[in-house]
């Protein structure tokens, strides 16, 4: 490994910029499956499937770490349209998973567009914070 790579990456480890990049796979993943892009996730080692509220904890957590890792982590330094996005990410995955009458105005859009253009939002909201 040449010195000045290393020291590039400390530097970007140091000032945590691969951070979002990091749990991006991770924040996709999640929400698939949140949404219903993917139908079962089990961890065969440990005799575990993932469960739909376990997945919608890790995507929130995944996605406060990637937002606090920005470079921008300050909400104000976003316009107006920006912050609407970033809070339109999470608001979506909760009202999806715990509020049953945003669910089933979701669900009426055709399965499986709703959870699409869910899944669709929730990638923009985190492309708007990782940027």
Do not use: C, K
């Not at 139908?39 to 469960?51: A, I």
């Amino acid at each position: 490994m040449s010195s000045s790579y290393s020291t590039g990456y400390l530097d970007d480890l140091a000032n945590i910029r691969t951070v979002p990049a990091a749990v991006s796979g991770a924040f996709l993943l999640l929400s698939l499956y949140a949404y219903g892009g993917v139908s079962s996730v089990e961890l065969v080692w440990v005799g575990y499937t993932l469960e739909a509220g376990h997945a919608l904890i890790g995507s929130l957590v995944v996605y406060l770490i990637a937002f606090m890792s920005s470079e921008s982590n300050d909400f104000e330094s976003y316009d107006q349209e920006e912050q609407a996005l970033i809070v339109a990410g999470p608001a979506s995955m909760l009202g999806w998973e715990y509020v049953p009458m945003f669910h089933d105005a979701v669900a009426s859009l055709g399965d499986p567009l709703g959870q699409q253009v869910l899944f669709a939002l929730s990638i923009v909201s985190w492309a708007v914070i990782v940027r």
